[in-house]
């Protein structure tokens, strides 16, 4: 089964991110894993891959997902439970990934967001269009004290043409985090790819996360492991998930 019995020598493991914080882990409550037995394997093939910590954020979102803290976090302690009758070695956590649409602002005022270390916020946007109040609600945020970080930003193809949108989101404050398995071609997108590339060339990534919902997305990563620009990142230091 992909990169759990395949380990080969010489491809840069993970270990020096220590952290993913981006991940879709606790099953049933999201488009992420189904069960506790395929978590507890991908749990166990993100161990071997060389993390140490996984912070899960299952989806908030206004119409398909609607979490809510508590049900969150009822799921990670049921999987912690899992994850240590199993004896695998790795620490767990968990806030959310808030899709910022019309329900975000009412999550936001009942001031209950989930968040993760130094109350850094994991936000994504719409595929189709960003909010025409974007920059106002991360002025908000701000002003609160939450530190935002963008999800998969190569993945909004609206920006992929227009690169100083990017610029103006990292002038602002915000940190953008890109996904291992674009690196692995898992999007089967060009404009992913290349503008993953051109965030990683120009120094403007901050974090890395798996994005993990299923076997697919490791066996992305397995192909990422052997990409120059994956090892190009790794080596930078600019890269924060050590930090977490």
Known sequence: ????????PGLPYLSI?????????????????GSTDESLNLIYTLHK??????????HIQGDFFKNTPGIILTGLDAL????EKEKIPITLEAAAEYLIDDKFMEKYKSGRLLTFN?????????????P?????????????????????P?????????????????DRGVYLQINIPSLGGYYQNYGVIKTAKKLIDNNMVSFLGTDTHNINYLNSIEKALNEKYLKKILKS???LNSSL
């Not at 891959?49 to 299952?58: A, V």
Request: glycine content about 4%; hydrophobic content about 40%; charged content about 25%.
């Open 49 to 58: 891959l060389g993390f140490s910590k996984l912070i899960i954020t299952p």
């Open 17 to 33: 991110l220590k952290t993913d914080m981006h991940s879709h882990l606790i099953p049933g409550i999201d488009d992420g894993s």
């Open 1 to 8: 089964m992909s990169i759990l019995n395949k380990k080969k």
């Open 80 to 83: 912690r439970q899992a994850v």
């Open 237 to 239: 230091k600019k890269l």
């Open 118 to 130: 130094d109350n850094f916020l994991l936000v994504e946007l719409s595929f189709f269009s960003p």
């Open 132 to 152: 025409p109040n974007l920059y106002e609600i991360i002025f908000d945020l701000q002003i609160d004290g939450y530190k935002i970080i963008l999800a998969h």
């Open 154 to 170: 190569e993945r909004y193809s609206y920006w992929h043409n227009n690169f100083d949108r990017y610029k103006d989101l990292i």
